[in-house]
């Protein structure tokens, strides 16, 4: 069976980190088990351009039609579709990424709410001591988020914030996207030769 990988969009800035994942993901023949919040669909309007409609089944056909993917390799679960085999830990999926992660769900899944499916997948990867790779974005941060960011850390998830280096001399925006998505690829154990590697 080909790598399969939970990935959930949130309604923070940075859409374009999560348009690239997407699109490298596919190009490496990984099969994308996709969660969009509601919120997700308006930041996405705003920052891509894209319309999604909140039918699963819908969003599912334009995003494959626009990233020309194998129909296979794409996943889309609507926000309360507990059928979705991401609702429990019996299925096999070992990493679960959340790009961006606004601080609502930061909150929610610190806190194991599991009211929509994103907080449920989350929870479940977390009580499976699976990989788990949170992107939260708002700055500055107050002290209730860094203290749901370190609760987090501490039970062994990934905090990534989308914090690109400038030491390799990027002159384009989608360098400094590629920066980013490469460290979540790497926290994914996902190949990739997007940046560059220090000292190489
Ligand atoms: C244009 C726009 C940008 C936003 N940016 C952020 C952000 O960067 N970080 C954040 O935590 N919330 C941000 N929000 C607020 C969240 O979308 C809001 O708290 C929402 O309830 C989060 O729901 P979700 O976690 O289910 O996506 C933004 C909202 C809008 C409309």
Known sequence: MNKQIALAFTGASGAPYSKRLLEVLFEQNITVHLMISAAARIVFADELGWKLPAAANKANKILVEQFQCDPELLKVY????????????????????????????????ACGSSDNLINRAADVMIKENRKLIIVPRETPFSAIHLENMLKLSRLGVCIL????????????????????????????????????????
């Open 161 to 200: 914030p989308p914090s690109p280096g400038f030491y390799f001399q990027p002159t384009q925006l989608s360098e400094v996207v590629d920066f980013v998505v490469a460290k979540i690829l790497d926290q994914a154990g996902i190949e990739h030769d997007l940046i560059p590697r220090w000292g190489e």
């Open 78 to 109: 609507g926000e309360q579709q507990w059928s979705s085999p991401l609702a429990s830990g019996s299925h096999q999926i070992e990493t679960m990424i959340i790009c961006p992660c606004t601080m609502g769900t930061l909150s929610a899944v």
